[in-house]
């Protein structure tokens, strides 16, 4: 797959976002990408998830996890794809967790996968879990990697579009300074109406 295919899909969906957006990192940009868009199509998601997944054939991957909420059906997707276990992690009282009765075995390697990467917090934190319960991450893989600087997860990265978008710490944004509306996205709207 092109990458201008990926961002037709993209487009085509409405993900592409301008406006004043508080991102899960807590910083500001003028740009959003609504993955969610993309993915309440099913199509989408397989055709997606499978071109993130070729990626990662070459290395033995048992399971893999997203963060909660981006990367749950991201994470589906592309096991799915591998034909492998999908699960996620998400967070309880500030700490990331492994919840709802999943686990993973000591032989298992595990392919982190996020849907939309900017300062790579989520998936760091996805990581640290792991390591910390001495589990084998063997990747990590996202749809569109928005980072300014290219991260260093310590396990071969791959996405399918690297799309370095502005983002800026809450006290530096201009879009403030300007007075513009702040809006966070998937996180109150439920209807057209709210």
């Known amino acids: ?30 740009e959003y990408v609504q993955c969610a868009l993309v993915l309440q199509y099913p199509l989408y998601a397989e ?4 071109e993130l997944s070729h990626f990662f054939l070459k290395i033995p991957v048992t399971c893999v996890i997203g963060p ?3 990367g749950v059906t991201l994470a589906y997707e592309v ?4 034909k492998v276990r999908g699960i996620f992690a998400e967070r ?39 390591e910390k319960n001495n589990k084998k991450v063997v990747g990590v893989g996202s749809l569109i ?35 513009k509306p702040l809006s966070k996205p998937g996180s109150k709207k439920m209807f057209n109406n709210q």
């Not at 919840?99 to 990467?117: A, H, K, P, Q």
């Not at 989520?122 to 990581?127: R, T, W």
């Open 145 to 179: 990697d928005r980072s300014v600087e290219k991260i260093d997860f310590g396990y071969p990265f791959h996405s399918l579009l690297r799309l370095p978008l502005r983002a800026f710490p809450p006290r530096e944004c201009p879009l403030c300074k300007e007075g």
């Open 1 to 30: 797959m092109q990458k201008n295919e990926v961002i037709n899909i993209f487009k085509e969906t409405g993900a592409f976002l301008k406006g004043h957006f508080e991102l899960s990192s807590g910083f500001h940009s003028d």
């Open 47 to 50: 055709k997606l998830a499978n």
């Open 68 to 70: 909660a909420l981006g």
């Open 92 to 130: 309880k009282d500030g700490i990331m967790q492994l919840r709802r009765g999943f686990s993973l075995s000591d032989n298992e390697s595990i392919l982190v996968v996020e849907d939309v990467i900017t300062t790579g917090g989520s998936v760091k934190e996805v990581i640290s879990l792991l």
């Open 79 to 82: 096991a799915r794809s591998l």
